[in-house]
């Protein structure tokens, strides 16, 4: 079965960077959509980023050119540079798999998440 | 970008009562291609992740409970528990897959009356 673990998150400050980190396991992460979510304090969720199999990279427009998504192959890990962090970036950050179906995906599975902070 | 817009944003429903959930796109997310409605359903349980329910606006996800059901088309979509248990206590969203970015809509918080 498929599984996935984030790690990476943190308190931050505005401004800053941190790198979160996806190890997936019981599937090739680069053989599918790969995907962050967030979703901030008492908050619904939010698309972030998403990486197809042919390694094209899509961003919401509240990260586009701050985020950059990523995977390594060899680790089946997945990856989110996050850069200029903002306080309304805080948020829990998950990471998703998307199967495919029919000519999108949905999200099937999920990681935990892991919580970034994002305060002086 | 689609914005998706649910409602109510929270309902109360006795244990065996039917709930039922709205969900409303800002375009249509039905394919011509495929004459499928790109429109999903998760449930998030306190400290938990989502879980997908239902995707192409009406096909549950296997191993998902026949008392949930998903309805509608074009802009207006539905999700119905026809019989609401205590472990059906979760916050529901929809989420559009016709376009990026994947919008969801703001969860609809379920409880026990």
């Known amino acids: 079965e498929a599984h996935l673990v984030e790690s990476g998150g943190g308190l931050v400050q505005p401004g800053g960077s941190l790198r979160l980190s996806c190890a997936a396991s019981?599937?090739?992460?680069?053989?599918?959509?790969m995907s962050w979510v967030r979703q901030a304090p008492g908050k619904g969720l939010e698309w972030v980023s998403v990486?197809?199999?042919?390694?094209?990279?899509f961003y919401g427009d509240s990260v586009k050119g701050r985020f950059s998504i990523s995977r390594d192959n060899s680790k089946n890990t997945l990856y989110l540079q996050m850069n200029s962090l903002r306080p309304e970036d805080t948020a829990v950050y998950y990471c998703?798999?998307?199967?495919?179906?029919?000519?999108?995906?949905?999200?099937?599975?999920w990681g935990q998440g892991t919580l970034v902070t994002v305060s002086s | 970008d689609i914005v998706m817009t649910q409602s109510p944003d929270s309902l109360a429903v006795s244990l065996g009562e039917r709930a039922t959930i709205n969900c409303k796109s800002s375009?249509?997310?039905?394919?011509?291609?495929?004459?499928?409605?790109?429109l999903a359903w998760y449930q998030q349980k306190p400290g938990q992740p989502p879980k997908l329910l239902i995707y192409?606006?009406?096909i549950r996800e296997s191993g998902v409970p026949d008392r949930f059901s998903g309805s509608g088309s074009g802009t207006d979509f539905t999700l119905t528990i026809s019989s609401l248990q205590a472990e059906d206590v979760a916050v529901y969203s929809c989420?559009?897959?016709?376009?990026?970015?994947?919008?969801f809509g703001g969860g609809t918080k379920v409880e026990i009356k």
């Open positions: 998703a798999r998307g199967r495919s179906c029919g000519t999108s995906y949905v999200f099937d599975y």
């Open positions: 019981g599937f090739t992460a680069s053989s599918n959509y």
């Open positions: 990486i197809y199999s042919g390694g094209n990279t």
């Open positions: 375009q249509s997310v039905l394919y011509s291609s495929d004459n499928k409605n790109y």
């Open positions: 192409w606006a009406s």
């Open positions: 989420q559009q897959s016709y376009s990026t970015p994947f919008t």
